[in-house]
């Protein structure tokens, strides 16, 4: 029995080892995702049916974290201005200077008009969608992730343009800068007040039911990617796309998303931030 229990009691390092090296379940959820999407793009009908239920599965995460965020905790996102302004500089300053820095050296590796999708890339915002659920899945500072999501969004009508006007030989088209304020705020900032509002009623279940907003966070992220793929694959992508442009895309990508993590943890441990932040 003795022994029974120090062989239960004992770490096992080697088990923990091994289980960091594999991939989580919704890694291969997104890989499984870009599959059917390459296999069975939607098509028709069905592709305007998924529009709309990925516009729903958006508008429903906003709700739903409007409905478990405490008054207190979305003012103190508001006004954590240092995480706001770092998120800021990063999206806007730091992906656009390592893009056009580190083009003499990653450029070969794709196509040229490949890498000029990079750098329009490292100008745009990330989804707003995706910001929450990743935020919300890593266990971060949600209201902090909504306030800056949200603020660099629409700070990007106006930045994305001026910043690819300064690493593409051409300016890049602005579009309707209303238009596009409208758009975010009937999807998303509507949605996040009305959940907001019936926080009494749905907060406990939210609490209980966990699992609920795990799917929802999930769910619309996967959503947006079979979408986005299937657009692609239907306009040619697996047909103009060279496999070696593919590869070297990979490792382009692999490259500036480690040098800014690598970036933005250490500046956050220098900055103090907590964990969340």
Request: proline residues 6%.
């Amino acid at each position: 029995m003795a022994v029974h229990r120090l062989t239960r009691a004992m770490p096992r390092a080697p088990a923990m080892a091994r289980s960091r090296l594999l991939p989580d379940p919704f890694t291969l959820y997104l890989v499984a995702t870009v599959v059917l999407a390459s296999l069975l793009p939607a098509r028709g009908g069905f592709a305007q049916a998924l529009s709309w239920a990925t516009t729903a599965a958006v508008s429903l995460l906003f709700f739903l974290h409007g409905a478990k965020l405490s008054r207190a905790a979305i003012w103190a996102g508001i006004g954590h201005w240092r995480l706001q302004l770092m998120v800021v500089s990063t999206t806007f300053v730091l992906f656009p200077l390592l893009g056009w820095a580190l083009a003499p050296v990653l450029r070969p590796l794709v196509t040229p008009s490949l890498y000029m999708g990079v750098l329009y890339l490292c100008a745009l915002p990330a989804t707003v969608q995706s910001a929450i659920a990743f935020a919300s899945m890593a266990r971060g500072n949600i209201p902090a992730a909504v306030c800056s999501a949200s603020a660099s969004t629409l700070l990007g009508v106006v930045l994305t343009p001026l910043v690819l006007g300064l690493l593409l030989t051409h300016n890049a088209a602005m579009g309707d800068p209303l238009q596009a304020v409208g758009r975010i705020s009937l999807q998303l900032l509507l949605p996040f007040i009305a959940g907001h509002l019936m926080r009494p009623w749905l907060a406990g279940f939210l609490q209980r039911r966990s699992v609920v907003m795990k799917v929802v966070d999930q769910g619309s992220i996967l959503l947006v990617v079979y979408a986005a793929f299937s657009h692609a694959v239907i306009a040619g992508l697996w047909s103009q796309l060279p496999l070696t442009a593919m590869a070297g895309l990979l490792v382009v990508c692999g490259v500036i998303l480690a040098l800014v993590l690598a970036l933005t943890v250490w500046a956050s441990r220098r900055l103090g931030f907590s964990k969340e932040d």
